[in-house]
């Protein structure tokens, strides 16, 4: 993660994935996967209404970065079991507009082309 001296970067990529396994074992994936270079920020918070449904969300400076982080063996060996454990949902998400106390940041966004609506 980015030292506490230094501005980070704005995300690029927020990752959130919902789990429902015990906090200790969400800490100890979690402290891997910060330590990954280009992430940004990790936070693991509880449900309000589910005691036992953690969501963990990851902010990271690129989709490389956070692809990378992926396959790196720390990660491989210490995360993935966590990771298995998410939801099967889309958990990966571009950022196209953050506001913040620095201020707006807008993206016109590069991963997802909007689809073509074929005529009838």
């Known amino acids: 993660m980015v030292p506490s001296d230094v501005t980070p970067p704005a995300p690029g990529l927020v990752v959130v994935s919902r789990h429902r396994v015990g906090l200790d074992e969400a800490k100890a994936a979690l402290v891997v996967l910060a330590r990954q270079h280009g992430c940004l920020s990790a936070t693991i918070a509880r449900s309000t209404d589910d005691y036992d449904l953690l969501?963990?969300?990851?902010?990271?400076?690129?989709?490389?970065?956070?692809?990378?982080?992926?396959?790196?063996?720390?990660?491989?060996?210490?995360?993935?079991?966590?990771?298995?454990?998410?939801?099967?949902?889309?958990?990966?998400?571009?950022?196209?507009?953050?506001?913040?106390?620095?201020?707006?940041?807008?993206h016109e966004g590069a991963l997802v082309e909007k689809p073509q609506r074929i005529p009838d």
């Open 55 to 106: 969501v963990i969300v990851t902010e990271w400076d690129t989709v490389r970065s956070y692809r990378k982080a992926l396959s790196s063996y720390e990660v491989k060996v210490e995360s993935v079991q966590l990771l298995a454990t998410a939801f099967d949902e889309t958990t990966a998400f571009e950022v196209l507009y953050r506001q913040d106390a620095a201020g707006v940041t807008e």
